[in-house]
């Protein structure tokens, strides 16, 4: 296989990671609805729809800060003019984003009860075949990771055999998939901590893959601007972990 892969279509060249995003957000759709179908949603359809709001507001908006972030020397003379600033994005911003518009917008509804639990496994589908519209597309695509000498590495047509960072985190999800579902067959989790497992799994996931591209300047300590978010968002997991089981303690005592 060579890399950029090209669908093509009679005399039409299709690109294969806009046409897989488009499926990973129609797919992940489709899985939600089936899900609250199936399971009672204790969030009515209007408040719902502004929580959806809210999240997408709140991903817009921090995939494309973290993303501008991400290379900060270049603000001032953005390549390719002012269209710059609205095409960088990045999963972390979006996540974290997107997570505080929905925390926002619950705060305003007066509702107290997860909106994530229902979403983790439509959003753990949808990341795996975006990540895979990422590998395909090689060195297009700026996810690819460094030299390596392991054999797995790929060539993505420049002739450096790389760590496949996108294949790391398409296993990477699929083991978070399975180990919630796994964990869940043994009784359900508390509300809200299904989302909490997977957002802090996939947190602690990219600040180490991190490690393995070559394309972000350092933004402090060695570590980039996606990596201190990560940090972040592992810091304000850790203190609901922490004050989740005080009040477990709390209760029980």
């Known amino acids: 296989m060579s890399y950029p892969v090209h669908l093509t279509l009679g005399p039409l060249t299709l690109p294969i990671h806009l046409l897989l995003e488009v499926l990973a957000y129609s797919v992940g759709y489709r899985f939600y609805q089936h899900l609250r179908t199936r399971f009672p949603d204790p969030i009515s359809d209007e408040n719902r729809l502004w929580i959806f709001m809210g999240c997408a507001a709140g991903a817009l908006l921090g995939s494309r ?24 994005k990045t999963i972390v911003g979006g996540l974290l984003g ?12 007066g509702v107290t009860t997860s909106s994530g639990d229902l979403m ?30 392991l ?25 978070t998939a399975a180990g919630l ?9 508390p509300n809200g901590w299904r989302f909490r497992f997977f957002l802090a799994g996939y947190l ?8 393995l591209k070559p394309t972000a300047a350092p933004a402090g300590w060695g570590l980039t601007a996606i990596q201190w978010a990560c940090v972040a968002g592992l810091g304000y997991y850790g203190w609901l972990f922490g004050r989740g089981s005080a009040q477990k303690q709390l209760i029980e005592s």
């Open 181 to 189: 579902w796994l964990a869940e067959q043994r009784g359900p989790l």
């Open 65 to 88: 800060m973290l993303g501008l972030l991400e290379h900060p020397e270049l603000l001032r003379h953005p390549p390719g003019g002012w269209l710059y600033y609205f095409t960088n």
């Open 98 to 109: 997107g997570l505080v518009g929905v925390e926002l917008t619950k705060k305003r509804l």
């Open 204 to 211: 602690l996931f990219r600040l180490l893959v991190e490690f």
């Open 151 to 175: 054999p797995w590495g790929f060539n993505f047509g420049d002739g450096v055999a790389r760590h496949p960072t996108n294949l790391y985190e398409i296993g990477w999800l699929l083991l």
């Open 120 to 149: 983790v496994y439509p959003i753990l589908l949808a990341l795996c075949i975006g990540r895979l519209g990422c590998h395909l597309s090689g060195l297009e695509d700026g996810t690819y990771g460094t030299a390596t000498t």
